[in-house]
């Protein structure tokens, strides 16, 4: 199912039964472009799983920067020099 920002504005809460009840998605569309996706919250729990191991590699990679981090600037005054 397809809808756009202001259909789902007048329909919300028969759109929501619709997603709860059937089990569909559904795109939100703004001018045509989809922008987001409406699915029933049980099936977005598998995606909430792989998030901790998503920042671990994150930590490990900033962790793996600072070890060869050569200036003695932190990368926010590196930031702020650039921005000038």
Do not use: H, N, Y
């Given at each position: ?49 792989s ?7 994150l ?8 070890e ?17």
């Amino acid at each position: 199912m397809q809808v756009g920002v202001r259909e789902l504005k007048t329909r919300t809460s028969e759109i929501l039964r619709q997603v709860r009840d059937s089990g569909a998605r559904c795109v939100i569309t703004s001018r045509g472009l989809p922008i987001a996706v409406l699915i029933p919250f049980g099936t977005c729990a598998p995606e909430e799983d792989s998030r901790p191991d998503a920042w671990q590699e994150l930590e490990r990679l900033g962790e793996e920067i600072a070890e060869e981090w050569a200036s003695p600037l932190s990368s926010g005054e590196l930031l702020s020099q650039t921005r000038r």
